[in-house]
């Protein structure tokens, strides 16, 4: 069964380093998502692409977060610099028609 | 007013028996739909999506959406140990908006 992979599945980090994340969508998914998700509360949108263009970036806290995907397919996100605010589970997810998404395993992030 | 609220229980439910997950939400809009399981620790997975009023049945899953009321529920019979989770409701506008999610607990 075709999966979203991400890595690393955790990640522990000083504040004030620089972290990236890693997505591989499903094969054929034009869109990609990232996710923020802080315990207790449900995912939150942070960028979307279509393809290798950005379609929705209005979440991304751009001062220090930074996402692409190059060729359109496999995606990253970093964190540049990282403040304790940003631990979280970071989750990627793709989708065919941008209706069903697929989430991948997700990224546990915390920042000490 | 939050865009999609959830109870966020938690919700007990002795195994076997139906378990009721509700769901509001504020755009009049939205179109589609989503139900979403989540293991503690883990990524949500889909379970169920609905975009028109009405029933959706899968299996041990119901959901069930009322646009006119902007309500959307999702129905578990007969419920497992293994079903116990946190449930997350997820309304697409022009994105997918989650809500907070309701814990359910199954006890055998």
């Known amino acids: 069964e075709a999966e979203v992979a991400q890595s690393p599945r955790y990640k522990i980090t000083e504040k004030s380093q620089a972290v990236a994340f890693w997505c591989d969508p499903i094969?054929?998914?034009?869109?990609l998502y990232w996710y923020r998700q802080i315990l207790g509360q449900g995912p939150e949108l942070l960028v979307q692409?279509?393809?290798?263009?950005?379609?929705?970036d209005s979440q991304l806290p751009k001062d220090r977060f930074s996402a692409e995907r190059l060729k359109g397919v496999d995606s990253t996100l970093k964190i540049q610099p990282a403040e304790l605010g940003d631990s979280a589970m970071y989750l990627c997810?793709?989708?065919?028609?941008?209706?069903?998404?697929?989430f991948g395993p997700g990224t546990r992030l915390t920042v000490t | 007013q939050k865009e999609v609220e959830q109870n966020s229980g938690p919700l007990s439910v002795p195994e076997g028996a139906i378990a009721s997950l509700n769901c509001t939400y504020s755009d009049r809009g939205s179109q589609s739909f989503f139900w979403y399981r989540q293991y503690s620790g883990k990524s949500p997975e889909l379970i169920m999506f609905i975009y028109s009023n009405g029933d959706k049945e899968d299996g041990r899953f119901t959901a069930q959406l009322n646009k006119a009321s902007q309500y959307v529920s999702l129905l578990i019979r007969d419920s497992q140990p293994s079903d116990s989770a946190t449930y997350l409701c997820?309304?697409?506008?022009?994105?997918?908006?989650f809500g907070t999610g309701t814990r359910l607990q199954v006890f055998p």
């Open positions: 692409f279509q393809d290798e263009s950005v379609v929705d």
């Open positions: 997820a309304v697409n506008t022009d994105k997918l908006i």
């Open positions: 094969s054929g998914h034009a869109t």
């Open positions: 997810a793709s989708s065919l028609d941008n209706y069903e998404q697929y």
